[in-house]
């Protein structure tokens, strides 16, 4: 085997990172753009609004013709017609006249107000002003909302509700976005069944296949769950060779024994290169790292932990960078709730759960499946570092 | 009309929480449970581990036949055959004998420790010990992670990735969960015209309707999005029949003419009935609350920030409860960035966008399109107050 060393989590993430892996671009109708992240700067190709428009019900006029009313002495003007939401303004002020708007309707030519009709009276064709409009009363003028031109979204923004709105207010029917990466995700190991089977003596339920696939989806990739590989070569080619065939990358658990990741590792081989074998991290030592036929194949520890803390590491960073989330935070400081202790020369990751401003430390080992659903995420220990006390300052990793 | 005056928020809450609405329950596969509310408590079937297993690769044996192991006087054990992860062992332990397991091999009977292989030495058919094992070193007890019986997920837990692979260590290949209610959107105006349709003279394109479907699919449920209503009531009540036949509730968005608002509240009341015609909130009064078909029916204002709050306050809450979110927090606590003015008598929402520990009020009035687009939710102000001084703290909720 071309490695069988361990090598420090920067290698390994070097070796990740020179990935030749480019995010996919493609366009979706906005109707399923929700949750997507936007491949696109998005300017505005129209002004919102389109045109001057009446912000109330009442009367467009010439501002200028109603400067002299006053209680005392009001204005008439003459109505000439009539202009709704949704209609073209056919008309066009002349001085002395007036156009009934209803709110949303575009104000007709020469008109530059919009009196409430709670203001003014109406007696047939006339409409009596009894106080001075200014320009722009009742009225929301073209673009002042969003100007055509303007950058509204930019490339690598998540897609919520409020930005599809956007979106759609500016007449987009379909945008683009990044493509889901598609990741293979195989199980290892003999005594791995699915759930749903019946649990025969000596077997246990698969976790980490069901755990990977769907912190893929919520990472935003689209995970192919290819079925459990056993303990032997060509179960285990089949799947990665299907893996590679369908799929982007591929992720493979192994099963709890170390035969099982070396077997990883000798198919990769066969079919195609291992770069790394072994990450100085603990847990999680046990990470191969390959490539078969151009794509990435990760062999992941099988303790349930260790496995997501090293996904977490490796493949999640990778992924985010074909989804366009790569500058998201997924780091928060808190301060760790009791003293930890460490073994010099070990980098360590614990897993931490949060509470309020404390990390609270889950000591259960890696075998536990309890200890990553209880945890959010976990702290780094570095090499140098034996004792971390009560209250210190710790940065928690969120999984996934 | 049932009732043309405005009522307090509260008298609409109690309306809208006296609708006769129930969650409904479905089961769905676990590969389809990702991020939906578990609708029961979920009581482990099983251990975890099922049994006792090697947590290491080295030999299974009795502990107190090694109590008297050391450097200077190993003792030697007769390997009486071997149990790999996967296996059900058919072996029994006499004394002096031992076992080799693979890591996540189930223990043998008569075992009780297992003893990594690295520590001892091996020599045809004997190994050789050099220092006591404790009972339970190697190993994990059947039911020390999960035991059989134990509560692990409640009613109400929205599923995760680390909950659905927490079921699938459990065994569950389905669950059930709350199902998604189904809500109709309409939105209504002659001048709206849908994304990617020629904007022409007069027509704005809409907001409302995306921005409450995504809402919608957002918060869980199935937004189904009918279409837009022309102002006729052939239009609006085709639409709104339609609504109720398909889905548990209705949300029309009005168009912005106060003639719209008057339309829906017609239409309602030829179909059905309305209980609220009027809230006395600023923006957002002029909300419409009734049932056809014995399904709930809402008008909500047709300005985009007035329609996005009142969907907040009064029809977010109605689905959380269908969705089994009800307990779901959407409120933080801010310090006001800078004075805001409100009127006396006046009961005020206003839109904030969170910045750190700070909400700053977002001024451009209900028209604008990029306020709720920049905002993260809102402010109360109420009647009573007539200024908010910057500095104090203000209760933001969360739009949606």
Known sequence: MAFLKVVPLEEALRIVNSFKLKPRVEEVSLDEALGRV???????????????????DGYAVRAQDT??????????????????????????????????VSTGAPLPEGADAVIQFEDVDRKDDTVIVY???????????????????????????????????????LG??????????????????NEIVLPGEELKPGKIYD?????????????????????????????????????VAECDM??????????????????????????????????????????VDGKPVFGLPGY??????????????????????????????????????????????LPVKIEGEKAVPILKGSGAVTSFVEADGFIEIPETVEILEAGEEVEVTFFG
Chains 1, 2 share one sequence.
Do not use: W
């Not at 006053?70 to 017609?81: A, F, H, T, Y």
């Not at 755990?211 to 285990?236: H, M, N, P, V, Y």
């Not at 024994?257 to 066969?270: A, C, Y």
């Open 38 to 56: 936007l491949a696109e700067n998005i300017v505005s190709p129209i002004n919102v609004p389109p045109f001057d428009r009446a912000t109330v």
């Open 67 to 100: 400067f002299m009313a006053s209680e005392s002495d009001p204005v008439e003007l003459k109505v000439i017609g009539e202009v709704h939401a949704g209609e073209e303004p056919k008309i066009k002020l002349a001085p002395g006249t007036a156009v009934y």
């Open 131 to 169: 106080k001075p409009a200014y320009p722009s009363l009742g009225v929301m003028k073209a673009g002042t909302d969003i100007p055509r031109g303007k950058l509204v979204l930019e490339t690598g923004t998540r897609l919520g509700f409020k930005e599809t709105a956007l979106l759609s207010a």
């Open 172 to 189: 987009f029917n379909t945008v683009k976005v990044y493509a889901k990466p598609k990741v293979a995700v195989i199980s290892t190991g």
């Open 207 to 243: 976790i980490n296949g069901r755990a990977i696939t769907d912190a893929i989806r919520e990472l935003g990739g689209e995970a192919c769950f290819l079925g459990i590989a056993r303990d032997d070569e060509k179960s285990l080619a089949d799947l990665m060779i299907k893996g």
């Open 250 to 291: 591929v992720l493979i658990s192994g099963g709890a024994s170390g035969g099982m990741r070396d077997l990883t590792s000798s198919v990769i081989e066969k079919l195609g290169r291992v770069y790394i074998h072994g990450i100085a991290i603990q847990p999680g030592k046990p990470t191969i790292i390959g490539v």
């Open 304 to 349: 349930p932990t260790s496995c997501l803390t090293n996904f977490t590491l490796l493949v999640a960073p990778l992924l985010r960078r074909l989804i366009g989330r790569e500058s998201e935070v997924r780091k928060v400081r808190k301060k760790l709730v009791h003293k930890v202790f460490s073994v010099k020369g070990r980098r360590q990751f």
